[in-house]
């Protein structure tokens, strides 16, 4: 059995064998889903503690609120409460794609999941969609990925480290999402191995350096991202998007206020996340020959005054070099 903790000390679970008590009756609904063998499932408790585990007969879920039997899970409608053997309330639920995500073992720092969605617009992926991801890292993104194309669609992900390799693989595993993933273990610098992709979404942290392979490994007008921390980076992968043959460029920071849900004294969150990155997203075009015609127009109208600006300063030091010289006497020749 595969079994994941992630930072909080929750995580994948089902390792437990203890003895437990079933679940609640529930009548059954028209149209429910029920839970069936091999479903990966959610129990969260009335604190809002979150347990991912897979069903398997004959496996207990342990935690502190007591245990609760897989079988006791099984063929009930997602959205029953089920009891653990010490009486605590748990609300079984289908896990989210956030939930997927978040609760994934990490190696490094992965994608929150108001990025990876927005990537997943910009990227304008779909059931069917062929896209290329690097680095891979822990998963995440590779998780939001794969989610999107499934089932028809592959995501073709390189990760230069393999430790990273053998963990994404394992969480993508756990999240039933490996078969829609290839997964190679190569730096990037060597190129991409497939061609006329849909997408392509660099994570890491020189994108500009391997803009030429992306290029090279994306179908003309398709979709380009990537996420950076800083905005030195920005400015940097900007030019080089520029002058490589990239148009339709977009630079976005993604915020997500969340509220405290009461109804009598609605108000935000006293924190929320504050910055993770910068998206930058942009269109291949077929000749990268003209990318200067296809700048912003916020670009067009800055690089035309300062043309003008500096047309003017030209011809202002022109003509105080040429007063000066009208008013300065001459010296006089012996
Ligand atoms: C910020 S992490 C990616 C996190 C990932 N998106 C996630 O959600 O878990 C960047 C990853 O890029 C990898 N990387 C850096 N340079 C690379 C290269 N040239 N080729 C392939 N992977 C590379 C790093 O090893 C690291 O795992």
Do not use: C
Not at 106 to 126: E, V, W
Request: glycine letters at 8%; charged letters at 25%; zero cysteines.
């Amino acid at each position: 059995m595969n079994s994941a903790v992630n930072e909080a000390g929750e995580g994948i679970d089902g390792s437990n064998l203890t003895a437990g008590l079933g679940s609640s009756a529930v009548p059954a609904r028209a149209g429910a889903k029920l839970t069936k063998v091999g479903d990966l499932v959610l129990l969260v408790s009335d604190r809002g503690k979150r347990h991912l585990l897979r069903l398997e007969p004959g496996r207990q879920f342990h935690s502190h609120l007591g245990s609760t039997r897989h079988d006791d899970l099984l063929d009930l409608p997602y959205g029953t409460t089920v009891h653990s053997h010490l009486g605590h309330a748990l609300l079984l639920l289908e896990p989210s794609l956030d939930d997927r995500i978040t609760r994934i073992k990490r190696n490094t720092q992965i994608i929150y999941p108001k990025d990876a969605a927005m990537i997943g617009q910009r990227l304008s992926l779909r059931a069917g969609s062929r896209v290329i991801e690097a680095g891979t890292g822990s998963g995440g993104l590779t998780i939001a990925l794969a989610w999107a194309v499934a089932p028809g669609g592959r995501v073709y992900s390189y990760e230069i480290r393999e430790e990273h390799v053998r963990v994404a693989r394992r969480n993508l595993d756990q999240m039933g999402l490996l078969p829609y993933v290839e997964l190679h273990h190569a730096s990037i610098m060597d190129g991409f191995a497939q061609a006329g992709v849909d997408a392509l979404v660099l994570d890491l942290r020189t994108p500009w350096l391997f803009l030429e392979k992306a290029h090279a490994a994306l179908r003309p007008g398709s979709f380009f991202a990537a996420l950076v921390p800083t905005t030195n980076q920005v400015s940097r992968l900007l030019l080089e998007l520029e002058k490589g043959g990239f148009a339709d460029i977009v630079v976005e920071e993604i915020l997500v206020r969340k509220y405290k849900p009461v109804p009598d004294r609605l108000r935000p969150d006293d924190s929320m996340v504050g910055h993770t990155g910068f998206l930058i997203s942009a269109r291949p075009v077929v000749d990268p020959s003209e990318p200067r015609r296809w700048l912003s127009e916020e670009r067009k109208r800055y690089e035309a005054r300062k043309a003008l600006n500096e047309r003017i300063a030209e011809e202002e030091s022109r003509r105080a070099e040429g007063s000066d010289e009208n008013k300065r006497p001459r010296p006089k020749l012996p």
